[in-house]
């Protein structure tokens, strides 16, 4: 039986891999720093406890692996977050090659074009380096914005749709992504399993459709059943100010609605589609499917203040049917 190691494994991307994984016969051993907790969370799958600052424990926990998924990121943990998540790439690929596992599985974010980078899209290129850089083979992917269900970038969507009956849009919003939805994301890494892989190689995984953030939001206003915002376009809200914006209204932390919207200001498009040949993964799901999907497995209501206005906001902007 083919034994994989999945960290992230309680995460948004990982906890719906792992059942996929399980599901096709694949033993999973999914790595936790706080393996009791975990196992509480989902009962029924195999964890281990391990930090990735911790070369002996990630050793350990990939003996007997054949292959590994590499779904973590420090976002959000702090200021030194990049150099926490360099630190820990390099422990994980020497861990690897002690290991002799066949192959390492990246999910990362769509390269921005020269000088555009965040921050985050900068530590998640660079961790995409470390891992490749050593003896193991690594298969990078590479998502936009991934849109589901406990995704950090889609819930502040959803929240600026749901509560505000006009949007002030900087132009930086005009810039163009291409989101994919988590059905397809899980999709993509299982095929990473048997893709031919002589050497480290990074494909991008966008979605069908290329769309500004300006029509991200209205779409997901329509996927509410909500009427379009009012829509009033500023030259001058830098993303800094944005973010502060996006902490009051979303349910997100501050620290990653920050990431997060910084990393907006740009395009962020895939070089080309051809993973998708390659796999042979036809019919992808457009936005419109995808977020009215995401919403619907929602089922928490928000409380205190948002939990009257959203209520309100349906009232006002329902759309007729």
């Known amino acids: 039986?083919?034994?994989?190691?999945?960290?992230?494994?309680?995460?948004?991307?990982?906890?719906?891999?792992?059942?996929?994984?399980?599901g096709r016969g694949l033993r999973v051993r999914c790595l936790s720093r706080d393996a009791a907790r975990a196992e509480r969370r989902f009962p029924g799958s195999e964890w281990v406890q391990a930090d990735l600052a911790d070369p002996v424990a990630?050793?350990?926990?990939?003996?007997?692996?054949?292959?590994?998924?590499?779904?973590?990121?420090?976002?959000?943990?702090?200021?030194?977050?990049?150099?926490?998540?360099?630190?820990?790439?390099?422990?994980?690929?020497?861990?690897?090659?002690?290991?002799?596992?066949?192959?390492?599985?990246?999910?990362?974010?769509?390269?921005?074009g020269a000088g555009q980078a965040s921050e985050h899209l900068r530590s998640r290129e660079r961790v995409g380096e470390i891992l490749s850089d050593g003896e193991v083979p690594v298969l990078e992917l590479r998502a936009s914005m991934i849109i589901g269900h406990g995704s950090l970038s889609f819930l502040i969507v959803r929240d600026l749709a749901a509560r505000l009956p006009f949007m002030v849009l900087p132009r930086w919003l005009d810039s163009k992504t291409e989101p994919v939805a988590i059905d397809d994301v899980l999709v993509a890494l299982v095929a990473a399993l048997e893709v031919e892989l002589a050497q480290s190689t990074a494909f991008d995984i966008p979605g069908p459709e290329i769309l500004s953030g300006r029509d991200i939001l209205l779409r997901t206003a329509q996927a509410l059943g909500l009427a379009d915002p009012l829509v009033v376009r500023v030259p001058?809200?830098?993303?800094?100010?944005?973010?502060?914006?996006?902490?009051?209204v979303t349910r997100a932390r501050w620290a990653v609605a920050r990431e997060i919207v910084v990393g907006l200001t740009h395009d962020l498009l895939a070089q080309d589609a051809r993973y998708w040949n390659l796999i042979g993964h036809e019919g992808r799901l457009h936005f419109d499917d995808a977020a009215r999907a995401a919403i619907a497995e929602d089922q928490q209501r928000p409380g205190g203040f948002w939990g009257l206005i959203e209520p309100a906001m349906k009232r006002l902007r329902g759309r007729s049917s």
């Open 1 to 22: 039986m083919t034994t994989v190691l999945l960290t992230g494994a309680t995460g948004f991307v990982g906890s719906r891999l792992r059942p996929v994984l399980e």
């Open 58 to 112: 990630v050793r350990k926990a990939m003996q007997g692996c054949d292959a590994a998924y590499y779904l973590v990121h420090e976002m959000g943990s702090g200021g030194d977050y990049r150099e926490r998540e360099a630190a820990a790439a390099r422990v994980f690929a020497l861990a690897a090659a002690d290991a002799g596992l066949r192959r390492i599985i990246y999910l990362g974010g769509v390269a921005p």
């Open 236 to 248: 001058v809200l830098t993303p800094g100010l944005s973010a502060r914006w996006v902490r009051f």
